[in-house]
């Protein structure tokens, strides 16, 4: 798995990813445990969506 995630777009899913965790968590709401995706693919640098696309937003770091 070659990196495909930059860091202005880890940034982005780590913050998307831990608001969508906080509102689940305060609201009490399963759903909040999807922003466990964002937030696992910003900390692995790899996004699988983006493989079979060939966007790779790390060689612009």
Same mark, same amino acid.
């Given at each position: ?13 780590? =913050? ?16 909040? =445990?999807?922003?466990?995706? &964002? ?8 996004? &699988?969506?983006?493989? &079979? ?9």
């Amino acid at each position: 798995m070659t990196k495909n995630i930059g860091s202005t777009d880890r940034n982005i899913r780590l =913050a998307i990813g831990a608001v969508l965790l906080l509102w689940g968590l305060f609201t009490l709401n399963w759903l909040g =445990a999807i922003g466990l995706v &964002p937030v696992v693919t910003a900390l692995i640098g790899w996004c &699988p969506a983006y493989a &079979p696309f060939g966007i790779n937003t790390a060689a612009k770091d």
